[in-house]
C-alpha cells in the first residue's frame, strides 16, 4: 500500500518551493503524492500557475495521511490558512510528520508546536514578529532546514535543503544518494 503524502495548496502558496521535491515523491511507486486544497478548488500560486487539487481539506483522513507538507505564502502570516491548522494538529498528535517551509513556520509558531523541538525558519526576529506568543527561542537553529521530532521547517530561500530533510524522513532515498541529489540540484555536480 502506498504511503500518502498530501501537500496544502492555496491562493499565493510559493510554488517553488515544493517544486523540487514533488516531481522525486511523484516519481516513487512507494509513494501517492495528493495536492489538496481548502474547498477542493482551482488555486493559483504566487508565479500564477493555476493548479486544480485533487482533493479538498474535507477529503483528509488523518489515518490514511502519511505526511502533510506546508509551502510558504503570505496567506500564513495574515491567518487566512486557518483551516488546515485543525489537520496539522491532529498529524503531531499522531506523531505523523508535518514539513513547512517559510511562512508555513509561522503558523507552526503561532500555534506553539514549535517551542519545544529544534526548528528553524526565514529568522527568528520573523517569527516573533509574526508570532507573538512564540516561546521557542532557544529551540530555533538558524539552519536553513530542520527536523525536530516529526516537525520539518526550513527557511523560504532553502527548496532544495527542505526537499533533503523530506526525503529523509519518509526515507525515499538512502543517504549516499541524498548527498548525491543535493550535489546535483544544489552545485550541480554529478557524481556515478
Known sequence: MSKKICVFLF??????????????????????LVYFSDGGNIVTSMGGLQVKPSASLSDMNIDETDMVILPGGTAWES?????VVQLVKDMINKDKPVAAICA?????????????????????????????DYNGDKHYTGNLAT?????????????IEFACEVFRKVELFDEASIEKWYQLFKNGIWSE
Open 11 to 32: 491562493d499565493g502558496f510559493s510554488d517553488w518551493e515544493i517544486s523540487y521535491l514533488t516531481p522525486e515523491i511523484n516519481k516513487s511507486e512507494e509513494f501517492d
Open 79 to 83: 491567518g487566512n490558512n486557518n483551516c
Open 147 to 159: 527536523t525536530g521530532g516529526n516537525i520539518i521547517t526550513a527557511n523560504g530561500i532553502a527548496p
Open 104 to 132: 508555513a513556520t509561522a503558523s507552526l509558531a503561532q500555534q506553539g508546536l514549535l517551542d519545544n523541538l529544534e526548528h528553524t525558519s526565514n529568522d527568528i526576529n520573523y517569527l516573533k514578529a509574526v508570532a507573538p
